[in-house]
């Protein structure tokens, strides 16, 4: 399996044609399989983010926000609907775990370094913590979107840094900082608005605990 990825990781740094080699070339198990397509949607939301950083949105989920909002007025039950809106998102936060870069991973100092190993690039690794942020960020809206709807008193609707990933807000702001996303487009040059400007040391950020992964079925945490 460690030579199978480590020639897959070589080879999606080429031209496809590589990569198409080696997979033709090797003895794939299903696990290998399950790895290798983890670690390919990481890598194309790499690829997806540095080419519009400002612009990039998380993969669609299995139905759109539209045909939530009327299924839930018609009263489906709340969690597949949940699932089904983030499923996008949420497989790609999935995907980051397995490599030490997941949003509670991300929210501690330089917890981009966790997937030195899988991306040695400092670049590509702060482009996916910003990926992995956005991603925790939909999720969580995803989820206060569809419980705000059977709410009817707006004072008591929930946040979206309420839900589960917690406080991702925070968590796109600081990738975006470390990528200099949040400089004034009007400021930058024509030609630079969609290149992000990689820190070469992102500034130390403070350490916050951790928060549990799985939510549970209390929407209301």
């Known amino acids: 399996m460690a030579w199978f990825m480590d020639k897959a990781r ?16 090797a003895e794939v198990s299903w696990d290998d ?9 990481l890598r194309g939301e ?14 669609k989920g299995a139905i759109d926000r539209i045909d939530a909002e009327q299924a839930t007025r018609k009263g489906a039950s709340r969690w ?8 996008g998102a949420h497989r790609v936060v999935d995907a980051a775990y397995d490599y030490g870069m997941g949003p509670e991973d991300l ?24 990926v992995v ?14 419980c705000n709807l059977t709410i009817a008193d707006r004072s008591k609707h ?10 991702s807000s925070e968590l796109v702001e600081r990738y975006n900082r470390h990528l200099g996303l949040d400089l004034p487009q009007h400021v930058q ?7 992000a400007v990689v820190e070469e040391t992102p500034k130390p950020v403070a350490e916050e605990k951790s928060r549990s992964r799985d939510h549970g079925d209390d929407w209301g945490h």
Request: glycine share 4%.
């Open 33 to 41: 399989a399950d790895a290798l397509r983890d670690y390919l949607l």
């Open 133 to 146: 942020a956005k991603c925790a960020r939909f999720c969580a809206y995803a989820e206060a979107f569809i």
């Open 107 to 130: 929210a501690k100092s330089n917890g981009h370094e966790n997937g030195r190993q899988w991306f040695p690039a400092l670049a590509d690794r702060l482009h996916l913590a910003a």
């Open 46 to 59: 790499i690829s997806r983010h540095k080419q519009d950083p400002y612009g990039y949105t998380p993969p």
């Open 158 to 167: 929930y946040a979206t840094d309420q839900m589960w990933p917690q406080n």
């Open 10 to 25: 070589e080879a999606v740094q080429r031209p496809a044609e590589s990569l198409l080699g080696v997979l033709q070339a």
């Open 80 to 87: 597949p609907l949940i699932d089904a809106l983030r499923s």
């Open 189 to 195: 040059p024509v030609h630079e608005r969609k290149t």
